[in-house]
């Protein structure tokens, strides 16, 4: 037991083991040298990566991008098994509900594949272990032929009191699309109590998750707008999730607002006017670019219905995650070490993805360039 | 009645006449669908032309978004996006009718979708797979309308030189031949009629000689 006040020492080895594990991720270093390489060449570096080693092996299997996809995929899945196994107590149970968005899209994929009959062998090449459903489990779901069956199977799962209530409905025309969006609902719903329940860098961790619920919001209602046809108030409501610090009322009052003036002043409301415009002006270089600007940009967009631009989405995760490594240097034997490692190899795995992709499609470094997350 | 089957006679002149009067108003009238035909090609080609520089424009965007869209959320964030539609866009057959041939008319169904047709779910995806699918509508869009135009096209040709073949054969084969043997009848008919002139003046001569 340990005392108020002092740490655990299962957590400050958690803690020690993660930051460890965080410098043997690639740097920024790392990135220009392979962004310069051809993708074989790629492929021959994270074969001598301690990660990435059994890229070799899998070049039996796969050939160009698609290894690298495959590789970075795999690498990904071991590191969060492997956090999951570092982290002991309330920080396992973290880890786990916050790994649960990988079982979200593992478990959509199956339950897909299994109603439209995707052959086996493409739904098991989508998935990506890194949660807490085991290979095991993901098998014996694709080995099950009806959606209820699949369902039945998942009673152990934390999120199956959702999939509960669509059970006689599984497979019907936009059911999927509403458990999805429960899904991830409830994902935030669990993973905000949870970290609310108490813990070393708690209270750090809920405004960083209330920011990127705000963000994932604005961002879908941006391409609820974009949609040909507007949406409705209904749903609204069922795509923005609950929580964030923005209010889901200020989100309807957005999206029936008609006046630059109303639009902007509503928007400057919100903690995403300055983030988003100190990501715009590391992005552009731009040292005046303020608050008011980045209202002004978000207006335009809104105005001609268009969605938000990836180059400056890119931008926003960067920022985020940087104050996230911030947060977890200034709490270093907290939750937020391990998110921020759990974070960083997602964009590690991501940006990988990104470079060998976008050699596939002969697009220039430049332009790829501004898809890495660093 | 076959053209050689036609007696050098008074109806045979009548049967001839018709028959060319026939020839000859069809000539006109197909020429005229011909001229119609080829003004059609035109503007059909010219729209073609242009339909097709937007796919190709269309095909190079839908690209580079997929490319986008595997850079960002990678092959397995795009294929499960692929794997959650519902309603496959497909197209329904009709025809329009041009100077009488039956051009294509497609129609896109279920091509361009909202964001909640199209199966995802909005939370698990990005606004990256929304453009991916939005390009790859607009391509679908473009191949159907540009498969309208170019099956008109092809259809069109067909019967240009359909019709060409007619009003040639009309012009230099049918129009002529009705001619000849037009011309033909009227000489036998007017040799006929000397004949007969000769004839009737002889018997005239012999009855007179026979009264003296």
């Known amino acids: 037991m340990t005392l108020p006040g002092l740490i655990a020492p299962s957590c400050v080895y958690a803690c020690t083991r993660f930051r460890v594990r965080r410098t043997k991720l690639l740097s920024r270093e790392d990135y220009r040298r392979i962004m310069q390489m051809s993708i074989p060449g790629v492929v021959a570096h994270l074969g001598r990566q301690e990660d990435y080693r059994d890229i070799i092996n899998l070049a039996a299997s796969f050939s160009g991008a698609r290894l690298v996809e495959e590789a970075v995929n795999r690498s990904l899945a071991r590191s969060f098994r492997h956090a999951m196994m570092i982290a002991r107590g309330d920080m396992h149970t973290l880890a786990g509900e916050y790994l649960t968005r990988w079982d979200i899209t593992n478990v959509m994929a199956i339950l897909r594949g299994t109603v439209f009959d995707v052959p086996r062998q493409q739904v098991r090449d989508l998935l990506v272990p890194a949660g807490e459903l085991d290979t095991t489990l993901l098998d014996h779901l694709l080995g099950l032929t009806t959606c209820g069956e699949a369902l039945e199977a998942l009673q152990d799962w934390r999120l199956y009191p959702v999939l509960e209530e669509y059970y006689r409905i599984c497979g019907e025309r936009g059911v999927f699309a509403r458990i999805e969006n429960e899904l991830y609902m409830n994902y935030y719903a669990g993973l905000l109590g949870l970290v609310a329940s108490g813990c070393s860098g708690c209270r750090e961790l809920i405004a960083y998750l209330r920011f990127e619920i705000d963000i994932t919001n604005m961002k879908n209602l941006l391409r609820l707008r974009c949609g040909e046809e507007a949406c409705d108030i209904t749903t609204i409501d069922q795509t923005m999730i609950p929580g964030g610090r923005i209010p889901i009322d200020l989100f309807r009052r957005l999206y029936s607002t008609g006046t630059e003036e109303e639009f902007t002043s509503t928007f400057l409301q919100t903690d995403i006017a300055p983030v988003l415009a100190r990501a715009v002006r590391e992005l552009r270089q731009d040292p005046g670019f303020s608050s008011e600007d980045a209202a002004e940009l978000v207006w335009q967009r809104w105005h001609q219905h268009l969605r938000p631009v990836h180059e400056i989405e890119m931008a926003i995760t960067r920022t985020r995650l940087r104050e996230l490594e911030a947060l977890s240097r200034r709490h270093p034997f907290s939750v937020l070490t391990m998110i921020a490692y759990l974070e960083r190899k997602r964009y590690e795995v991501a940006n990988l993805r990104a470079i060998a992709r976008g050699k596939a499609f002969g697009l220039p470094p430049g332009r790829i360039w501004q898809y890495i997350v660093l | ?212």
Do not use: C
Not at chain 2, 48 to 71: G, I, P, Q, S
């Open chain 2, 1 to 212: 009645m076959p053209v050689d089957e036609i007696k050098p006679t008074r109806s045979g002149l009548l049967i001839v006449r018709r028959r060319m009067a026939l020839a000859e108003r069809i000539h006109r009238l197909l020429k005229m669908k011909l001229d119609g035909m080829m003004l059609e090609l035109v503007r059909l080609t010219d729209q073609a032309a242009r339909e097709r520089k937007e796919l190709e424009e269309k095909y190079a965007h839908a690209r580079e978004m997929a490319a986008v869209a595997t850079m960002m959320e990678g092959a397995t964030g795009v294929l499960l996006a692929a794997l959650s539609v519902e309603a496959v866009p497909t197209y329904t057959t009709g025809h329009k009718n041009v100077f009488g041939v039956h051009l294509p008319d497609l129609e896109p169904v279920m091509v361009k979708k909202t964001l909640i047709q199209r199966g995802y779910g909005i939370l698990g995806t990005s606004s990256v797979i929304d453009d991916a699918a939005d390009a790859y509508e607009d391509l679908i869009s473009a191949i159907i309308a540009s498969a309208e135009l170019e099956g008109g096209i092809t259809r069109l040709l067909d019967d240009i030189e359909r019709t060409r073949r007619r009003v040639n054969a009309l012009e230099f084969k049918v129009i002529p031949e009705l001619t000849d043997l037009r011309r033909l009848i009227e000489y036998q008919r007017d040799e006929m009629e000397r004949q007969d002139a000769v004839r009737l003046r002889r018997i005239k001569k012999i009855k007179a000689k026979r009264r003296w």
